[in-house]
Structure formats: C-alpha cells, structure tokens
Nanobody, 130 residues
C-alpha cells in the first residue's frame, strides 16, 4: 500500500500560480503511476493530469493543457502539480492518486479514469478569486 498526503493549496487571484505537492509513504513510490483529480462542489471528480511510473509520459485534461505541469521525483517520493494562469473555474479540492497497474505505454484514456486509482490522498483546497 501507499499513503498519499497533498499540500500546497490555498487562495490565489486569477492569473496567479500555485504548486501542489503529493508526499507518498509506504510502498515504493515508483511502483505507481500518479494522477491528480479535482472536485468542485456539486460536480463529479475531474481528471487533471497523470504521470507514468517512471515519469516518461504525462497526460492532461483539456481544461488545463498548457497551464498545468505534472512531475514526480521518485527518489524523494514526491509528486508535484504546478498550476499557472489560474482561473476561477479551477477552484476545487485537488486530490492526488496512485495506480499500481498501469504501464508506461498505456494511454491517457486509461489514466484519466478515476476508477483506475486505488489510493487517494485527503485533498487540498484550491480557491481562485476573480
């Protein structure tokens, strides 16, 4: 098993930036692909970004492409989501998640599926004011 803890959320003005971190503990972090999802009040959980186990492949949701960047440091058991040019519609609770089954060559459709992930953090609130 792996335990995940997100940090870095907060309140930011539109156009600003935030950096979210996901600290992993337990089983070796490099065994897992990592994803970021978000959920706004009254809405379903939405795919934001994912990165493969070794970090060689990344995928993004359409609404964040070109603005967000996902990365990971397996030596430090940490994942990061850098968010630039934030918009009010980015306001949500952001979750990191881990999937132990996906391989490097799997496509974005696989990693965008919330049901693929077995382990989830508690979430961190991101609020973007207009």
């Amino acid at each position: 098993q792996v335990q995940l803890v997100e940090s870095g959320g907060g309140l930011v003005q539109a156009g600003g930036s935030l950096r979210l971190s996901c600290a992993a503990s337990g089983r070796t972090f490099s065994y897992y692909a990592m994803g970021w999802f978000r959920q706004a009040p009254g809405k379903e959980r939405e795919f934001v970004a994912a990165i493969s186990k070794g970090g060689g492949n990344t995928w993004y949701g359409d609404s964040v492409k070109g603005r967000f960047t996902i990365s990971r440091d397996n030596a430090r058991n940490t994942g990061t989501l850098r968010m630039n040019t934030l918009r009010p519609e980015d306001t949500a609770v952001y979750y990191c998640a881990a999937d132990g089954e996906g391989e490097e060559y799997y496509g974005g459709t696989y990693y965008a599926d919330v049901h693929r992930y077995d382990y989830w953090g508690q979430g961190t609130q991101v609020t973007v004011s207009s």
